[in-house]
């Protein structure tokens, strides 16, 4: 059995990245006023970031409709038997469940969705571990029997700079954005039940970050091979400073940068730093 592995823009892999290991990707968009641009294809992270600023607004988002998922189905069904859909966490986007209405109405495809429960490079890191099994003739169970498995060690913390556009897109509350305002703290936050949810109220920047490695720490600490990832809002270099410091501590966990682009750029706004792992 032939097995192809799409996944959604969110998971932010790079194009070269995605040729490589044959992952197959479906946009969503951004959409300002009446423009809409497809993330990854129309329009870059640098170029959102940049716009947002210009505009003085935020964009709205938009996930793929069934009929874009049916139509790069039944263009997989040509040289696939079966596709394994990986997309971003449907308690914050309905792109699952399109993956999932799309796969019962085409034929000669077998379609099997997963719902990473987060976003971003952690996502991400599903596809590419998918894509290596299935290069190696692995079945779509064994696939999807080693994401779950993955799923069990997977973590990701993040911490926006300002709580505003993530109320505005209701991804969070009225209340814990006011109370962040009005505190003037820097939440970290995770996915948790497949939803975004503060971790832990913390006064700066800095000791938000700091908390956030001392999670971390607490995995790598065993020593366990793992694979770790810090994302970042139009902050490339601060992201590179923190993938050097965790290389440098920690030999035995290959890193990696990646970006928060414009779909989960517009819910967590400029600045926002993540890092992301599980254990290989």
Known sequence: MKTAILTDSTAYITKELRERHHIHMIPLSVIFGTE?????????DEEFFAKVKEMQTLPTT???SVGEFVAIFERLAKEYDAVISIHLSSGVSGTYNGAVTAGEMVEDLKVYPFDSEMSCMVQGFYALEAANMAEAGKTPDDILGRLEEMKQSMRAYFMVDDLTNLQHGGRLSSAQALIGSLLQVKPILHFENKVIVPFEKIRTRKKALNRVFELFHEDAIQKIP???VVIHANRPEEAAKM???LEEKYPHVECLTSYFGPVIGTHLGEGAIGLGW???
């Open 36 to 44: 809409t641009y497809q993330e990854e294809i129309e329009i870059t």
């Open 243 to 245: 993938k050097q410091e």
């Open 62 to 64: 938009s996930q793929p």
């Open 226 to 228: 793992m694979r770790a």
């Open 278 to 280: 599980y254990r290989k």
